[in-house]
């Protein structure tokens, strides 16, 4: 089946980035004149989706805003001789539609948010924290890993050993050059690592999930966490870990965050 539908969430608060975040939306960071998630919904379309929904919380109205049309800027730009300027105010061409999680309980409740907008289809997770850079669309890449296997595929990458704490990390068995059986997936494991591969913000996911993401109980926080449903359903279906190419930058880290405005800045010229 063609995967041609994506979950964006989008809702959290922001905190790594406070206390612009409390104004500011960080999807919507300035990059180039583009917002974050702009980028996020471009590697979306680019690799075959056609339907998004995004995810968001009552103060993030700006990213609504963001991909409707503004018709009063559009009337302004023509009636001042300033048409050539209509095309900047061009979005991806994809249909996106918005749904508002009333609390922040993590990101197993907001796929689950989704399930109407996916049904029972399999489909794509975007976190707008990771922008990847390289022509080669890393979403794309899990798409057709996905197609191969007909079973659920996790965006990984190689990560520095001191910092596998912060992230989802797999244990696995390596089926090829990049793909590997996820035997295993701990949350930010703070000693002793199964791996150094981390989850990296990408996934491609059999409609199964939210069965999973049903019977799990909330943690810590309150939170309902995607890495307790994928463990879960570990235990009866495989998934797999792709090593997706392309250099990635975590827009909620202040350095990840410069070293992307000055990538972008030297590719300006």
Do not use: W
């Amino acid at each position: 089946m063609k995967i041609k539908k994506a979950i964006i969430p989008a809702a959290g608060y922001g905190t790594r980035s406070l206390p612009i975040t409390k104004v500011l939306p960080k999807e919507m960071f300035p990059i180039n004149g583009k917002p974050a998630i702009h980028y996020v919904v471009e590697e979306a379309v680019a690799s075959g989706i056609e339907e998004i929904l995004i995810v968001v919380s009552r103060n993030k109205n700006m990213i609504i805003d963001y991909f409707d049309r503004s018709l009063e800027l559009e009337a302004f730009l023509t009636e001042t001789n300033k048409k050539h300027l209509l095309e900047k105010l061009s979005v991806p061409k994809a249909h996106i539609q918005f749904v508002r999680q009333p609390y922040a309980r993590g990101l197993g409740n907001a796929l689950e948010m989704g399930m109407p907008f996916i049904n029972d289809e399999p489909f794509a997770v975007l976190l707008p924290d990771d922008l990847f850079f390289e022509k080669k669309q890393s979403l794309k890449q899990l798409i057709k890993a996905y197609e191969k296997k007909n079973s659920s595929v996790i965006g990984v990458q190689q990560v520095k050993q001191e910092l596998l704490k912060n992230y989802g990390v797999i244990k696995e068995k390596k089926v090829s050059a990049r793909l590997h059986e996820i035997v295993d997936i701990v949350e930010k494991p703070q000693s002793d690592p199964p791996s150094n591969l981390a989850v990296v913000g990408r996934y491609v996911l059999h409609p199964d999930i939210f069965t999973f993401l049903k019977k799990i109980k909330p943690g810590v926080g309150g939170e309902i966490q995607l890495t307790d449903a994928l463990k879960e359903m570990l235990k009866v279906r495989k998934c797999f870990g792709y090593e997706v190419t392309g250099e990635r930058y975590d827009i909620g880290s202040n350095k990840d965050y410069f070293e992307l405005l000055k990538k972008m800045y030297i590719a300006e010229g």
